[in-house]
């Protein structure tokens, strides 16, 4: 059984995309890494979202499949302790930098065989998801 992945500056990650992660068997790992370094991306099937796929083995008859929305970080309420502000005001300086975004992660999943090509995302999206990265 693998640990539940963390909500960081860069990453968050809903219930229902860990439960397929525990499913399927696909690690945290190998869904940023399919995030950072598409074969394929596409719109996804809910509103405001991208899904991105790669060849899982060395067969290339199964894919893996991640579905995720760009959402606005949100700045944690400030606490009495200075050591925890200044930390928090880092992470936020962090966040800023990087125009405030997050990948929420929504699902995951392994296709069996080759999918069809449906609505490629236009260029100039996927080129800003890729200076987030």
Avoid: C
């Amino acid at each position: 059984m693998q640990k539940q992945p963390k909500n960081d500056s860069k990453y968050e990650w809903t219930s229902h995309a860990w439960m397929k992660m525990q499913y399927y068997g696909i690690s945290e790992g190998r869904i940023k890494r399919i995030i950072r370094f598409p074969a394929r991306t596409e719109e996804g099937v809910a509103e405001n979202t991208v899904a991105v796929m790669q060849s899982a083995g060395t067969t290339k008859y199964q894919e893996i499949w991640v579905m995720y929305s760009l959402v606005r970080a949100q700045a944690k309420p400030k606490t009495q302790n200075s050591n925890l502000k200044n930390k928090m005001e880092q992470n936020l300086k962090e966040i800023l930098g990087r125009g405030g975004k997050k990948f929420r992660i929504i699902t995951a999943w392994r296709y069996p065989g080759k999918s069809p090509e449906r609505n490629p995302v236009p260029r100039e999206i996927l080129d800003e998801v890729r200076s987030l990265l």
